[in-house]
């Protein structure tokens, strides 16, 4: 079993509204991980990348199991899961062996085999899990919420830590977490308004989008192949809307950033069925 000593921080999650489905989903789900830096203090910390993982639903056969694909939300195959009852397997990219990913069955005193973790140098391993106890977790409404030797899982959700991830040992003062996640049109945990939406419709029909500079010092371009859209949003590190100017001039979104501190923001743009976002620093 491998076991990581270090500094541990914990980040609450919000659930933006009640849900009755508390199953794992395994189609329009997203699930973005949030990769923070914690420089010495006083500076409080810094939202340094945003990763994010969508299930659409689509359907793989992985020797002769049915499985639904994961990716990263268009940028490439991640893997693929399956869901029986509480336990969700998982075969990682390039491989055909199936892992445990959670298993939201158990209690206190049971332990998981052979769990798929990653970590934030991007390794992968397997290790056993050891459920500690029901955790009072913040935002559940009535989803489990448990203790394991690695992280705080949560039924239906995943993992608190991200995605695939576990806590790390933040030696280097880096912490994951789960940024957010959404299933459907609702953001289930974590900030309002998941960064990341997959909508129903074929993914090759999925907008693009370019910003710049990126880094700005306040005037930001946003080019989209197309305007019909339904919103602008932009969103402190902390999840915080702001209010700031927008403008549809020439075909071009252009967004003044002026008034905000510098730092990192998260800029929004939503489109009928997507909702597609960028990580911004404003110097």
């Known amino acids: 079993m491998r076991t990581f000593i270090g500094l541990f921080s914990f980040f609450i999650g919000v659930v933006a509204s009640a849900q009755t489905d508390l199953s794992f989903p395994d189609s329009a789900a997203a699930w973005t991980n949030a990769f923070y830096y914690y420089p010495p203090p006083p500076p409080g910390p810094e939202l340094t990348g945003l990763t994010s993982y969508c299930a659409g639903g689509q359907d793989t056969l992985i020797s002769g199991m049915d499985y639904k694909k994961i990716d990263t939300c268009g940028g490439g195959y991640k893997g693929a899961i399956r869901v029986l009852d509480e336990q969700v397997y998982f075969v990682p990219k390039d491989s055909l062996q199936e ?83 959404s299933h459907l049109d609702s953001t289930i945990y974590g900030y309002p308004g998941c960064p990341v939406f997959l909508g129903m419709d074929d993914e090759q029909q999925r907008p693009q989008l370019s910003f710049h500079p990126n880094p700005t010092t306040g005037r930001l371009i946003v080019r989209a192949t197309t305007l019909d859209l339904s919103a602008v949003r932009v969103y402190s590190a902390l999840g915080r809307e702001l209010t700031v100017p927008v403008y549809f001039i020439g075909g071009e979104i252009t967004m003044d950033l002026s008034s905000v501190l510098p730092g990192v923001y998260i800029v929004q743009v939503v489109f009928p069925g997507h909702l597609l976002a960028q990580r911004i620093v404003r110097e």
């Open 99 to 181: 892992f445990l990913l959670y298993d939201f069955s158990l209690v206190y005193g049971d332990t998981a085999y052979n769990v798929y973790l990653e970590d934030h140098y991007g390794g992968a391993y397997v290790t056993d899990v050891r459920i500690y106890s029901d955790a009072d977790w913040l935002g559940t409404q009535g989803r489990r919420a448990f203790d394991t030797s690695e992280s705080v899982w949560i039924q239906g959700i995943g993992s608190y830590t991200g995605l695939f991830m576990n806590s790390g040992a933040n030696v280097s003062n880096y912490l994951i977490e789960l940024y957010c996640m």
